[in-house]
């Protein structure tokens, strides 16, 4: 069966991130083993072993839910990747879905309307209210919306890179010997 469309792209990122949570519980229980049977003396390498491990599943927890609930790399780029028409399409579709949404935009954002005020058309804002003219919410919204946008995309990107980096780390340094164990031992 041959790997195509989302579905597949879901289920390797699910599959990875519980591939790391299994490897950050390794780490945490081999740690915790080598000092509970005296194993390892020094606690502070037990320390940054037990860090990494929690660090790890953390991690692998939050791209996890990333993963089931969407495609967090996909949805990081979308964010990042969408121009201010489309931003503004975006806003309008939702604009236009919620009433209760509208009204306390208007209401919190002092504006009245989407990209225009028809006054046969209900507004909450304080401007309405006292007969000053209202700016249209538009304009407002989009500047939050890009800034939140912007906003999750970097952490999606963030958390996303993180993800790869852990597995390039992790071929890296998988077969890495302790020279002080074994002096002929290679790195």
Not at 111 to 137: E, M, Q, V, Y
Not at 169 to 174: A, Q
Request: hydrophobic content about 45%.
């Amino acid at each position: 069966m041959v790997c195509g469309g989302f579905a597949c792209s879901k289920n390797c990122l699910c599959a990875l991130n519980l591939l790391y949570t299994l490897v950050s519980l390794l780490l945490i229980g081999i740690a915790a083993w080598g000092i509970g049977f005296g194993l390892i003396s020094s606690l502070r390498v037990v320390g940054v072993v037990i860090a990494v491990g929690i660090f790890l599943f953390l991690i692998a927890l939050v791209g996890l839910i990333g993963a089931v609930k969407h495609h967090q790399f996909s949805v990081s780029c979308a964010c990042l990747a969408l121009n201010q028409e489309q931003q503004g399409q975006l806003l309008e579709v939702g604009w236009n879905s919620t009433a209760s949404a509208r009204n306390d935009i208007q209401r919190n954002l002092n504006c009245c309307g989407f990209r225009s005020f028809n006054p046969n058309d209900t507004c909450l804002a304080s401007c309405i209210k006292s007969g000053h003219s209202c700016s249209p919410c538009a304009p407002i919204i989009g500047e939050y919306a890009g800034e939140v946008l912007r906003f999750v995309g970097g952490i999606g990107l963030f958390f996303s890179f993180t993800e790869i980096l852990g597995v390039w780390l992790t071929y890296r340094y998988r077969n890495q010997k302790d020279p002080r164990a074994n002096p002929s031992a290679f790195l």
